[in-house]
């Protein structure tokens, strides 16, 4: 197992990975770094380098999904949402197979263990605002603004 941490333009993000798969990413309070990085680590490290620079529309490092099947459902709809486009925390409900449960489905958004891999920062209020995003919303505004000025 191993722990690196990615300087990027949103602050530092911490990996960590096991036996070829990204088990988590950390937006906010990535640890020191151990470990040897693996050569998915590099993998994503050039995945992200080439999504910041804008050249990668999506990330095709394996990831270790868990949790129930209302999360699971939840987590593969978010993947679907295009590069460059947002959508609300109701049409996510409906794409999730759940349409009454909008809350749980932000409850969802907030504890997702793959930022930026699993984009909820496209997922925005029905007001239009923005919303929360679990790595504060100057980052989510960041990422929005990113991906629409590449699309």
């Not at 960041?142 to 991906?147: G, K, N, V, Y």
Request: proline share 7%; with cysteine.
């Amino acid at each position: 197992m191993i722990y690196f941490v990615y300087p990027s333009p949103i602050g530092s993000i911490g990996i960590l990975a096991e036996d070829g798969e990204i088990l988590k990413i950390d937006l906010e309070t990535p640890i020191k770094p151990w470990g040897k990085p693996e050569s998915v680590v590099k993998t994503l490290v050039d995945e992200l380098d080439r999504y910041f620079s804008g050249d990668l529309k999506h990330f095709s490092v394996p990831l270790v999904l868990k949790g129930e099947g209302f999360s699971q459902d939840v987590l593969h709809a978010i993947q679907t949402i295009p590069y460059g486009m947002t959508i609300t925390y109701r049409e996510l409900a409906i794409r999730s197979g759940h349409s009454r449960a909008i809350r749980a489905v932000g409850s969802v958004c907030a504890k997702n263990p793959f930022p930026l891999l699993i984009p909820c920062h496209r997922i925005i209020r029905s007001d239009g605002k923005i919303g929360n995003y679990q790595a504060g919303t100057e980052r989510k505004r960041f990422l929005i603004d990113l991906e629409k000025s590449h699309s």
